[in-house]
């Protein structure tokens, strides 16, 4: 039995309506919903935690070069935009001179789009900040090769937090956070931009420095 013309119009307009639903579910030849990777820290690759705080949840973010040879670590981090926000917080804790003489250290330098986990409370504190700080350095001029044969690194905040290294679907994680710029090799301290925030332990103000220890959390004295 032939179709009539108008069973076979409703036909037509019923095969439109699913292949315009398609369409707009998987996209035409282009990009679907959500065709930006992660907005969090600038980066491509895996998504990331809603509030910023943790490390990618779906894959490593892409590990990018560092531009230029370092003859200072300030110096090559102030031409890095996505290290601006911890680099803001070296002057107020008097870092910057620490990190400019510092001989065998590394430091780990969270992204802009990771310090939107950062507890904004700690710039009252500046004893309590540069714990914090501190917190993202460790001894030794530890390139991501020696990170992973270590397999665990000792922080230099006031509770000497230890974290864990492992390689993670391809990339370097060192506790929560990738290391998206590896292996910047500065006279005395190798710099690694990292996707998340280090786990830093609590600050008490009461606890007195261990002298048999270096003890890179207290403030200097005035």
């Known amino acids: 039995m032939g179709l009539t013309p108008r069973v076979a119009l409703a036909a037509v307009l019923a095969i439109s309506s699913v292949t315009a639903c398609a369409s707009a579910l998987f996209g035409c030849g282009g990009a679907g919903p959500r065709d930006t990777a992660d907005g969090r820290d600038g980066f491509a690759g895996g998504e990331s935690d809603a509030d910023g705080a943790g490390a990618a949840t779906q894959g490593p973010p892409a590990v990018q070069p560092w531009s230029s040879a370092c003859e200072t670590p300030l110096t090559a981090l102030r031409q890095v935009p996505e290290a601006s926000d911890f680099v803001a917080l070296l002057g107020p804790t008097r870092m910057e001179q620490t990190l400019e003489e510092m001989q065998g250290g590394t430091v780990f330098v969270p ?110 004295a005035e």
Do not use: K
């Not at 910047?184 to 786990?199: E, Q, R």
């Open 111 to 220: 992204t802009n789009g990771a310090m939107r986990a950062f507890d904004a409370s700690l710039r009252d504190d500046p004893a309590a900040l540069r714990n914090w700080v501190a917190g993202h350095f460790t001894m030794g001029t530890m390139s991501s090769a020696a990170l992973l044969e270590a397999g665990s690194v000792e922080l230099l905040d006031q509770q000497r937090t230890t974290v864990t290294v492992a390689l993670e679907r391809g990339a370097t994680q060192v506790g929560p956070a990738y290391l998206v710029r590896p292996d910047l090799a500065c006279p005395g301290v190798t710099v690694h931009l990292v996707s998340a925030l280090l786990p830093v332990g609590a600050f008490d103000a009461s606890r007195s420095p261990n002298p048999f220890q270096v003890n890179l959390w207290r403030m200097p």
